[in-house]
């Protein structure tokens, strides 16, 4: 998928146009993977580190918690006006949901490093931003932005139980906050990475942190 598809894909004028993406170097692929693959047996590159295989592991688990928010927005049915499907969207994007909690252990890992990641392990990180985690925010963040005034609206069916439930929280407060907290983590997160990258795979690194980083401030201005 390419940039300029991706930022398409966003569904609403709004967000599009709240990012003047630039294209990267190397198109954004649509695959979809469970987790970041590893070198094989057979491969003649020299095999991952320890520490670069925990640390693509805690990358992966990133990208599982988005395609799992995914799942759950996109099952959800404005005619069921269930208020406990709308309340786990909010709480797996909120401050202590599945996508920050995610975020902050792959940033924990990377802060533990001691060492420089070698070319192939750097590629490997590279790619998996390129064709994995831009793709998959572009299209959690796309579908959001469709259903918020559906999940908005049977946010208030139950505003009492709601509140209740999300400890005194309104819902779009609930994702705001937690979509501007990954936001500063997933910077963070960038910024560590690159740190400890090859410099061959800085810039292109760079780039594609560059592009989530508009995503989900696009997406914050949206829901808000």
């Known amino acids: 998928m390419r940039v300029s598809n991706i930022v398409a894909s966003l569904s609403t004028a709004t967000l599009a146009s709240a990012m003047a993406l630039p294209f990267l170097s ?7 993977t469970a987790s ?11 095999p991952f580190s320890s520490e670069a295989t925990a640390l693509l592991a805690k990358l992966a688990a990133i ?15 404005p005619k069921n006006n269930n208020i406990l499907d709308v309340v786990e969207i909010a709480k797996s994007l909120g401050n202590n ?25 750097s590629q490997r990180v590279t790619d998996f931003f390129k064709t994995d985690l831009a793709s998959h925010y ?5 579908l959001l932005a469709a259903k918020k005034d559906d999940l908005k609206n049977a946010s208030l069916s139950n505003s009492s139980l709601l509140n209740l439930l999300l400890g005194g929280d309104k819902f779009i407060d609930t994702i705001s ?5 990954g ?3 997933q910077d963070t997160l960038s910024a560590s990475l690159i740190k400890i990258l ?12 560059n592009i989530i980083q508009k995503l989900l401030e696009g997406s914050i201005r949206v829901v808000v």
Do not use: R, W
């Open 97 to 121: 949901g599945i996508l920050n909690l995610a975020i902050n252990n792959a940033l924990l890992q990377t802060q533990s490093l001691n060492v420089k990641l070698t070319s192939n392990e």
């Open 63 to 77: 990208d599982t918690a988005i395609t799992t928010i995914k799942s759950s927005i996109g099952k959800f049915q």
């Open 177 to 181: 906050h937690g979509l501007q907290l």
């Open 198 to 209: 090859d410099p061959a795979y800085q810039t292109a690194f760079s780039e594609v942190a």
């Open 138 to 142: 572009a299209d959690v963040l796309a």
């Open 183 to 185: 936001l500063a983590k």
């Open 36 to 46: 970041i693959q590893l070198a094989s047996a057979t491969d003649t590159v020299v």
């Open 26 to 32: 190397t198109p954004i692929d649509s695959t979809t």
